[in-house]
Nanobody
Framework: VQLVESGGGLVQPGGSLRLSCAASGFQFRHWYMRWVRQAPGKGLEWVSMINPTGTTTTYADSVKGRFTISRDNAKNTVYLQMNSLKPEDTAVYIC?????????WGQGTQVTVSS
C-alpha cells in the first residue's frame, strides 16, 4: 500500500489549496479514505472521510463548509479542496486508508496559512 500526498504550500488567510493523495497497492475503489492533519506540537486530528463510491462524506466541525473531499476511482486519487483557509488550518495533512483493520498512512504534505 502506498499513499502519496501533494498540493500543500504556503497560502494567505482566506486562500485556497487543493490536496491530492495518489493511492496504489490496493483496490482503491473498495475502501473508505480519510484525511487527517497534525498541527505543530499537537496530535492527529481527523478532518474528513469519503466512502468508496464518493456518495457519502463527513467532516470535522472545524472544517465543515470550507473543505470538500472527493475521489476519482479511475485515477486512484482522493482530493481535499480547502477554501477560506485560516491560520489554524496550518498542519501537515496526511492521507489515510484503513484496510482490513490496518491503518496505512502517507508521508503528509505541509499546509501553512500565514500572511
Amino acid at each position: 500500500v502506498q499513499l502519496v500526498e501533494s498540493g500543500g504550500g504556503l497560502v494567505q488567510p482566506g486562500g485556497s489549496l487543493r490536496l491530492s493523495c495518489a493511492a496504489s497497492g490496493f483496490q482503491f475503489r473498495h475502501w473508505y479514505m480519510r484525511w487527517v492533519r497534525q498541527a505543530p506540537g499537537k496530535g492527529l486530528e481527523w478532518v474528513s472521510m469519503i466512502n468508496p463510491t464518493g456518495t457519502t462524506t463527513t467532516y470535522a466541525d472545524s472544517v465543515k463548509g470550507r473543505f470538500t473531499i472527493s475521489r476519482d476511482n479511475a485515477k486512484n486519487t482522493v482530493y481535499l479542496q480547502m477554501n477560506s483557509l485560516k491560520p489554524e488550518d496550518t498542519a501537515v495533512y496526511i492521507c489515510n486508508a484503513n484496510i482490513r483493520w490496518a491503518d496505512h498512512w502517507g508521508q503528509g504534505t505541509q499546509v501553512t496559512v500565514s500572511s
